[in-house]
């Protein structure tokens, strides 16, 4: 599967964005997808997974009540809309897709080296 990230941009502090993740392939569906970001001189973190159909969703703490994942296996898409952003949310923003993770309740779920594909990143900076 492919994926191509689109959406990022400069927004203020406390704005919000909606980056999106198309994907081609049947493996999609099939697949709990990620977002991950990683900022300039730090690893790459976890941000959020949701389940094949959509109706399980997975945060790290820091976005939980500001962050929201979505996907669309209709379209191919997969979403995370960003609220009440903040400077240390400013990252390179990539969607993963995970066949062989189990359910967003597996401890994979936020390990990088559990997604099989990758995208290439979107850019989302958070400045006044």
């Known amino acids: 599967v492919q994926l191509q990230a689109s959406g990022g941009g400069l927004v203020q502090p406390g704005g919000s964005l909606r980056v999106s993740c198309a994907a081609s392939?049947?493996?999609?569906?099939?697949?709990?997808m990620g977002w991950f970001r990683q900022a300039p001189g730090k690893e790459r973190e976890f941000v959020a997974a949701i389940s094949r159909r959509g109706g399980s969703t997975y945060y790290a703490e820091s976005q939980k009540g500001r962050f929201t994942i979505s996907r669309d296996n209709a379209k191919n898409t997969v979403y995370l809309q960003m609220n009440k952003l903040k400077p240390e949310d400013t990252a390179v923003y990539s969607c993963a897709a995970g066949p062989r993770i189990s359910t967003v309740q597996s401890m994979g779920v936020m390990v990088p080296r559990s997604y099989d594909y990758w995208g290439q990143g979107t850019q989302v900076t958070v400045s006044s």
């Open positions: 392939g049947r493996t999609f569906s099939t697949s709990i």
